[in-house]
């Protein structure tokens, strides 16, 4: 139990503190800013954020096919006739479908993993939504499986387990190339970075076009 | 309150854990050799260019600069010493490592020093990379970690009334930490795991020498399977509620290599 908040706070206050504090990121001093800042928001700000808040729980929910966050049953990614259906981007967390989407550079699907094999959290594959990735490829007609898990050690280690799985399948999978970040120093690169970025080197070319894959 | 700076040191650490903190802030489980394990926070450390971040992955081994702080301490500075490519590449070696880190972290203490332990560490970890024979390395491992850290198992008399083994098959305990004899063996409750004379064998040859020198040992089946059940029962009897670890190196095991996958996204036509 957490005490570092004024132990003389009435209770209605003390019970925000606690619930703020539970939240992700947000430690004992962080939470009670929020709340008295919350103290002296006006009564229908703080209705329309509860509402908010309720609405969040009642009407999203997972989306049948790629378990990406959704109001309807099937996403608007999913249902969209537009979209590539031979190629499925598979992701760690919902926030990595946001991220993808704003480039507009991809038109394929997704599929949320909700989250990433980590051994030492005790966290294994059967907690992740890898069964639902396999039914859909017996499915759907997918041909290329693009594994954008985070370029991290867990990140690794969970596409590493899923190229082993579904390598009998026959589907063609790649991964997003990993290198140097736009804006960052060579000198600040660490050296799995750097082999990568070695590796994934592509051709320079005289008018300034990439090289096509 | 107090006027005095906050106090800068360096050192060098094993990244063993780590879990997100706020909005891109990583906190790390470090052991580190002149104080054990520390917890750190590394500001930043998840947004992509961060300076820190690509240093600060599981299983790095790093030189960091750091500022004190009373529980958890901040890094300032990041280095890469070994990266252990050849570990992290391949999931069957990545599980072993994440293993042997995991037992490393829970028979360690925090702020207490442990330069034989994050030696090992570091060397096996190198080893790791690129050895032939992991799951010899990770067994030499336990041993090796268990007897420094004060937990060795008796292998070489009777665990319970110290009296000589003969050259036999014997049976080992891991709630009495070690081989028994045979007038023991039937004093307890305990679960009894078999010892036969060559796994005996191996395992004070595990225990008196260096990893390279037993990096080639051909061991036999039935020999592999028993010290494999020995080394279990006595880890999971020192680490409270067993290593977590275990499961996903369990499950990796046995899995047959198809190679990597080729990296960039690209389009076919
Ligand atoms: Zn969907
Ligand atoms: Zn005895």
């Known amino acids: 139990m957490n005490s570092n908040f004024t132990p003389s706070a009435a209770a209605p206050v003390a019970r925000l503190i606690e619930a703020f504090n539970r939240l992700p990121g947000v430690g004992p001093k962080s939470a009670q800013r929020l709340t008295y800042y919350m103290i002296r928001m006006p009564r229908e700000e703080a209705e329309a954020l509860a509402e908010a808040v309720i609405s969040v729980k009642d009407r999203i929910v997972l989306c049948s096919r790629c378990l990406n966050i959704t109001e309807e049953p099937v996403c608007h990614v999913c249902t969209n006739e537009r979209r590539d259906r031979t190629r499925i981007c598979v992701v760690e967390e919902p926030l990595d479908v946001f991220a993808i989407e704003r480039t507009r550079a991809y038109d394929g699907l997704y599929h949320v993993l909700h989250g990433a094999i980590s051994p030492v959290n005790g966290i294994g594959a059967e907690q992740l939504k890898i069964r639902e990735l396999l039914d859909r490829l017996r499915d759907e007609s997918v041909k290329e499986l693009i594994l954008a898990t985070n370029p991290n050690l867990e990140g690794e280690a969970t596409s590493m387990y899923l190229q082993r799985l579904i390598a009998p399948l026959g589907i063609k999978m790649t991964r997003l190339a990993r290198g140097l970040s736009s804006g960052a120093d060579l000198e600040y690169a660490d050296e799995m970075t750097l082999v990568n970025a070695l590796e994934g080197r592509s051709e320079v070319m005289i008018d300034g076009e990439t090289p096509a894959g | ?269």
Not at chain 2, 111 to 120: G, I, Q, S, T
Not at chain 2, 138 to 165: H, M, N, S, Y
Not at chain 2, 212 to 217: D, K, N, R, T, W
Request: hydrophobic share 40%.
């Open chain 2, 1 to 269: 309150m107090t006027s005095s700076r906050p106090r800068l040191f360096s050192t060098e650490a094993v990244v063993l854990r780590h879990s997100d903190l706020g909005e891109a802030d990583r906190l790390l489980w470090l052991l580190t050799p002149q104080r054990g394990i520390l917890r750190a926070t590394a500001r930043g450390a998840r947004k992509p260019g961060s300076k820190l971040g690509g240093h600060l992955d599981l299983l790095c081994h790093v030189r960091l600069s750091m500022r004190e702080g009373r529980e958890l301490h901040s890094v300032s500075q990041a280095d890469t010493v070994d990266a252990f490519r050849g570990v992290r590449t391949d999931i069957g070696r990545l599980s072993r490592g994440l293993y042997m880190a995991e037992i490393a972290q829970r028979v360690s203490v925090e702020d207490a020093p442990a330069p034989a332990v994050f030696r090992l560490l570091v060397n096996s970890l190198g080893w790791l990379a690129a050895t032939e024979s992991p799951d010899t390395l990770v067994r030499w491992f336990a041993l090796r970690l268990l007897t420094i850290t004060g937990f060795k198992p008796e292998l070489g008399a009777c665990a319970e009334c110290g009296d000589t083994l003969e050259p036999d098959d014997h049976v080992f305990s891991a709630e009495r930490g070690g081989l028994l004899c045979p007038a023991c063996r039937s004093q307890g409750a305990d679960l009894l795991h078999p010892a036969s004379l060559g796994t005996i064998k191996v395992l004070r040859h595990l225990a008196r020498s260096d990893y390279p020198e037993v990096a080639s040992l051909k061991i036999g089946g039935e020999e592999r399977r028993q010290i494999e059940r020995i080394l279990r029962a006595h880890t999971n009897a020192v680490i409270d509620r067993g290593v977590r670890s275990a499961a996903f190196l369990d499950e990796i095991r046995d899995w047959p290599d198809v190679g990597p996958v080729p990296g960039g996204l690209r389009s076919e036509s």
